[in-house]
């Protein structure tokens, strides 16, 4: 395939106004991929991702590169390549080299594919077609069924490799996508709700659990070998030792097993975020051992055990396997059932509890429902008591006063209905002197672009907002704003594609 038709692609894409029309536009460009390896690599561009990920290159090589060329004759594979020996480039004349690359391949690109190529390599592509609109598109071009592709993305597939086996096999290649132990899989979600009542109302019979303030874990046992990964999956195994010699010590053979995180005090209490979030980034000694607060690993689920996938197996039957595979119920986040609607005494009881503990709210969860692997099912209802939102930095500006010098006032973002980024406000509340160096730091690494007021930065940061209310408004695009929305910290262990939606913000609105 010509890699101006993926360039293309991407502008029609990004000009369309429905998910429908991205999605027929995407299939197109899909079915036109000649073999598998073509098609990885043209599912992986048009989301705005390298197969090699970051290849080392920053503006200043790329401003000034040669081209643009009259012709277009450059091929997809021809871009992959080129790429490719870009990022291997290290060493002494590392610079001098990448910039004798680029320029060999800008200088052979067309204008009209540098528009794409430039974000593309710089990570800043956003024309829409990201993970949820991609999937969709491989299901239509390919004549698949959208539940079976999501389900494999989920499984531990990207959707290089999802597109690859789709080119290859057909529907039926999306089969050999199955739950491996050792192989992480995205973490279902849960949606909000504002009350207890409503949450169950929604879900119906349902068990109401804690919700713990912690870092989300999955923990991975199999062949004697126990693997820790966050919930953006990245391995976490070596920092977090007491958890591998927990696990390793309970019961049985394989498990896949589902928790959280957490710092608890003498008291019992759970110690401040940062703490455990800390802790987790921090080394461990040299003597194999934990450098900072003790962690306790506080389980919810289970994904795999007793010989058997357990991911479409109702959520009281995993109950009662975890009680099983994790006996000390220390170690186990404890919840009331049954709960049905018109019927939430104890279950609202127990919330106060929760709430007294120091803990952040509780999950409302189906007890027939099975576990929908990076989904954010409605089964899971989460009920906090504070109005809070997960919203991506797209930029900001400098402060004034005791503030010169620092990047304060935060642009935010949620998802679109089309996948993009939509502004809704901006707040400079909540911000600690240590926050803002950290952040000023931060977002300098992430800028794309120097304004007299800031800068604007790779939508790549997960904030957690509080907010009292959302108004309408028509300086934003979104149509609303938050009331007093304030910091109350980043999520760096959360990706953008857990990002709210505007829907969601609306919502609270009431519409």
């Known amino acids: 395939m010509r890699f101006v038709e993926v360039a293309r692609a991407s502008r029609s894409v990004g000009a369309a106004s429905g998910r429908t029309r991205k999605v027929a536009l995407l299939a197109e460009v899909f079915r036109g991929a000649a073999g598998a390896d073509e098609a990885a690599l043209v599912v992986t561009y048009l989301s705005g991702r390298l197969p090699q990920r970051r290849v080392g290159v920053g503006w200043g090589v790329l401003k000034d590169a040669a081209g643009p060329a009259a012709e277009a004759s450059l091929e997809v594979a021809d871009v992959d390549a080129a790429l490719g020996r870009i990022a291997a480039v290290a060493g002494q004349g590392a610079r001098t080299e990448r910039k004798r690359l680029v ?112 870092v989300r874990i999955q923990v991975h046992r199999g062949g004697g070998e126990v693997r820790v990964f966050s919930r953006t999956l990245v391995e976490m195994t070596g920092r977090v030792p007491e958890v591998v010699e927990l696990v390793r010590a309970l019961p049985g053979g394989d498990l896949v097993l589902d928790g959280e995180l957490l710092a608890v005090g003498e008291d019992g209490r759970p110690r401040p975020f940062q703490e455990t979030s800390g802790r987790v980034g921090s080394a461990v000694g040299a003597d194999g051992l934990p450098v900072g607060v003790p962690l306790t690993p506080l389980f919810f689920d289970v994904l795999y055990g007793e010989g058997r996938e357990l991911l479409g197996v109702p959520d009281a039957e995993r109950r009662a396997v975890l009680e ?4 000390d119920q220390e170690l186990r986040v404890r919840r009331v059932a049954p709960v049905r609607p018109g019927e939430v005494a104890a279950a609202e009881e127990f919330q106060r509890e929760v709430l007294a503990r120091g803990h952040e709210g509780v999950v409302v969860k189906g007890l027939d429902a099975g576990y929908r692997a990076g989904r954010r099912g409605a089964s899971w209802v989460k009920v906090k008591p504070v109005h809070t939102l997960d919203l991506v930095v797209l930029g900001a500006e400098w402060g004034s006063g005791r503030r010169t010098g620092w990047l304060s006032n935060l642009h935010l973002g949620a998802r679109g209905e089309d996948g993009s980024f939509v502004m809704l406000g901006k707040t400079f509340k909540g911000l600690t002197d240590e926050v803002l160096a950290w952040q000023t730091a931060r977002l300098k690494e992430l800028a794309v672009a120097e304004e007299g007021w800031g800068v604007r930065v790779r939508p790549e940061l997960v904030v957690e907002i509080a907010f009292d209310g959302v108004q309408r408004s028509t300086r934003y695009p979104a149509g609303v704003t938050l009331r007093f929305a304030r910091v109350v910290r980043y999520r760096e262990d959360k990706g953008v594609g857990e990002v709210d939606g505007v829907e969601v913000v609306k919502g609270v609105l009431g519409g």
Do not use: H, N, W
Not at 154 to 165: T, W
Not at 324 to 327: A, E
């Open 324 to 327: 099983r595979v994790v006996p």
């Open 103 to 214: 320029d060999a391949l800008l200088g052979a690109a067309t204008e009209e594919e540098r528009e794409f190529l430039v974000p593309l390599i710089r990570g800043e592509l956003r024309q829409g077609a990201l993970d949820a609109v991609a999937a969709e598109a491989l299901a239509k071009a390919y004549e698949a069924p959208v539940e079976g592709v999501r389900q494999a993305l989920m499984l531990g597939g990207s959707l290089a490799e999802v597109a690859r086996a789709l080119a290859a096999g057909g529907a039926g290649a999306l089969e050999a996508f199955r739950l491996e132990v050792g192989r992480a899989v995205l973490p279902m979600l849960a949606q909000s709700a504002k009350t207890l009542a409503e949450a169950v109302e929604r879900v119906g019979a349902c068990a109401v659990e804690e919700k713990l303030d912690g």
